[in-house]
């Protein structure tokens, strides 16, 4: 994959340069000082040398063999470059400058330009706005970060800032690993993120991909490879711009859409991709996945020396789902034979301040013989009458032998920085506090239950009618926001088999007053206009009319506030329904995301939606898993399955209800938005009802 440039058989590097202060220079350096073993060409049109190495005036020049050109010049300047790149028959080119998209519209059209000459030459290009990418075990750096780079080791770095990369070489050498390689995508212009991680995931010197992202090129595309790439090798990825502030600063940095944080997190589980919410937590885990084996199953134990930094961890593991059992009786049995009386030999073992490499080593095997703990957390302050490298030496062998994860807490600085570097290069991850610690184990318990999961297939029915929806689309009036009549709204939820609430449109009073009768009283009168689909806010919706009396007044008073609201507002009619009580209010629907594509959504109804915020969201298409996993994870969820005195609510119906809707999201591209709220979800067995159904068109297609 893309072996032209990751391992390439010559590289030249356009707007090499003799001055230490060009980056044409740095680039130049760090290809001869990686070690890289093929064929390296430098080009400048004033001649002479650099590093015994002559400068070629020009890319025609350049003898075979010839793979990548890394582009150092001007922006304004790149475009000739990738013509010569195209005629010389070189077919991968990094661009490390800036000034395209990030800058402007102006810096945007050069951009656009350059990818069309790029497309006309069948050229792959990573960046612009780059610094390039380095492999360890090729070696090659192709980068013009200053020196030592990295040291060899197996996690993947991707990201779209090269300054973070600049920062985590310089981090990950403090911290005591190394890395595969490293690869700043830039603006991606041609090369996005999608395409990329396979290429680096097939790496085999790789065994963990991170990433530092701030949006996606190509949603699907990221989707799609992503879950090629995580069943055989773990991918944990940070996304920044979750605030207004941050997605401003993602704009002004690359040019990128930010994206809406929910629709992220929908991606990232549908593509198997695990989410740091820091930079340091995704490097604590990389090292981990890189490291540990995987647990098989939630139930960890606690080695201290302190009772403090036990009650810690203890919390920190409850806070992470992660169980802390009961030790089997043989094993209490055994650790009471080497620790002092006062000593506690429950979960987490506090072997006392006075406990030395032999209690350590000792207490560890037997936990680890434990069968019913999966993983351990050691915890090692400095030592009152030893040292933390010598307690170090005695457990190193004991965890390097062992089939269960086992994870450090090394606490302190300066006294357990000799066993630090002892932990590392036996490739055993330490954390300066039981709480970093805690978050690996879950970490690795997630990654061994991802594994388990086979890709679920995407659930379709075969009752729906897209004929029906595609004619209601067509013929539908489109109010000022985009929204439709309500009207046609229940029409197209009643088509993908949605249960509806029975309702009649009317247009006088007269028809009002016949549905009320025949529906029987109470009943329930709103507005049908696509110009105000938010009835009651704008006090258009009157409910428990009991009497033709009530009717007739809340029709004068709903006419009369929707021409309050707005001015020559169009009223499609007033639709009046039976009322229906009883039931458990939920929200259902589906927003189209600019990146991902339709986002389902599911949580907790009625009018105080938004201040709840219990809501759980699913990028379609929708597994049933997936489907019973969003109703799972919300409060509504769980109340459905009954919540003190209240009887357990149909949630078949409500998957049904969310996997039809994935269906519906994804056959009618020019449905925005979805929203049925409230779906009055019945006792079990007895079905749900759509009271309310909005719906929102594409303002390019409506």
Not at 256 to 266: I, P, S, T, V, Y
Not at 479 to 497: L, P
Request: net charge negative; charged share 25%.
């Amino acid at each position: 994959m893309l072996e032209g440039l990751f391992d390439p058989r010559g590289v030249v590097v356009v707007g090499a340069s003799r001055d230490p202060a060009k980056l044409g220079y740095g680039v130049a350096r760090n290809l001869v000082v990686s070690g890289y073993p093929g064929v390296i060409h430098f080009v400048n049109p004033r001649g002479g040398t650099l590093f015994d190495r002559p400068f070629y005036l020009d890319l025609a020049g350049v003898p075979d063999p010839v793979d990548l050109a890394v582009v150092m010049i001007p922006a304004a300047k790149v475009p000739q470059a990738l013509n010569e790149c195209g005629q010389r028959g070189i077919h991968y080119v990094i661009v490390g400058a800036g000034g395209f998209r990030e800058t402007g519209e102006q810096g945007r059209a050069l951009e656009a330009r350059c990818l069309e000459i790029a497309r006309e030459h069948g050229i792959r290009v990573l960046g612009p706005n780059c610094i390039g990418y380095l492999d360890t075990h090729i070696p090659i750096d192709t980068s013009f970060l200053p020196l030592p780079g990295p040291i060899q080791g197996d996690i993947a770095f991707l990201s779209h800032s090269g300054a973070i990369c600049e920062t985590v070489i310089d981090w990950a050498r403090g911290q005591g690993f190394g890395l595969s390689r490293l690869v700043s995508l830039g603006n991606q212009m041609d090369l996005n993120e999608g395409e990329v991680l396979p290429a680096v995931a097939a790496d085999p010197n790789t065994r963990v991909v991170a990433m530092y992202m701030e949006g996606v090129g190509d949603g699907a595309t990221f989707i799609q490879q992503a879950q090629m790439v995580t069943p055989e090798k773990p991918v944990v990825a940070i996304k920044v711009g979750r605030s207004l502030g941050g997605r401003k600063a993602v704009a002004s940095h690359t040019g990128a859409l930010a994206g809406r944080d929910e629709a992220f997190d929908a991606a990232f589980r549908k593509a198997g991709v695990i989410r740091a919410r820091h930079s340091e937590e995704m490097f604590d885990w990389a090292r981990a996945l890189a490291w540990c084996r995987l647990p098989r199953g939630p139930n960890m134990a606690v080695l201290t020396n302190a009772g403090g930094p036990g009650a810690i961890a203890a919390d920190a593991l409850d806070a992470n789902g992660l169980k802390m059992p009961e030790l089997q009786e043989q094993t209490r049995l055994e650790l009471a034979q080497i620790l002092p009386e006062a000593a506690s030999l429950r979960n987490p073992v506090d072997m006392l301040a006075g406990a030395g490499p032999r209690e350590y080593a000792d207490c560890l095997r037997l936990l680890l013989a434990d069968e019913g703990i999966d993983g351990i957390i050691v915890i090692l302050p400095p030592p009152p009458v030893t040292t933390a490298a010598e307690v170090a030496g005695a457990i190193i062998p004991v965890i390097r032998s062992a089939k269960k994860p086992v994870v450090l807490a090394l606490m302190g600085e300066e006294l357990i920085a000799h066993a630090a570097r002892l932990f590392r290069q036996s490739r055993i991850p330490d954390y300066r506090f039981p709480e970093r610690a805690a978050s690996v184990l879950r970490v690795l318990y997630e990654r061994s239950k991802q594994l388990e999961r086979h890709l679920s297939k995407p659930v379709t029915f075969s009752d729906v009618k897209p004929e029906v929806v595609d004619t209601c689309l067509e013929t539908a009036r489109v109010g000022r926001d985009g929204f439709i009549t309500a009207a046609c709204a229940h029409a197209v939820a009643e088509a993908y088999g949605l249960p509806t609430l029975s309702y009649r449109v009317v247009r006088d009073l007269d028809q009002a007053l016949e549905a009320a009768r025949e529906f029987g009283y109470p009943v329930v009168l709103k507005l049908d206009s696509p110009d105000l689909p938010h009835k009651s806010d704008l006090g258009v919706l009157a409910l428990g009319l009991a009497s033709p009396e009530d009717v007739g007044d809340a029709y004068q008073r709903i006419l009369h506030q929707a021409n309050e609201s707005i001015p020559d507002v169009y009223v499609e009619g007033l639709m009046v329904q039976p009322e229906h009580q009883g039931g458990q209010e939920v929200i259902v629907g589906f927003v189209r995301d600019e990146q991902f594509g339709p986002m389902l959504m599911f949580g907790t109804g009625g009018v105080e939606v938004e201040a709840l915020q219990d809501v759980a969201f699913e990028l379609a298409p929708l597994s049933r898993e997936e489907a019973e996993g969003m109703v799972d994870r919300t409060l509504a969820g769980r109340k459905m399955r009954g919540f003190r005195n209240t009887a357990p609510s149909d949630r078949e119906t409500v998957i049904e209800v969310l996997l039809r809707m994935s269906q519906l999201a994804l056959n009618h591209p020019r449905i925005l938005e979805l929203e049925i709220n409230p779906l009055r979800v019945m006792p079990a067995g007895e079905g749900a009802l759509a009271l309310d159904v909005r719906i929102r068109l594409d303002p390019a297609t409506a």
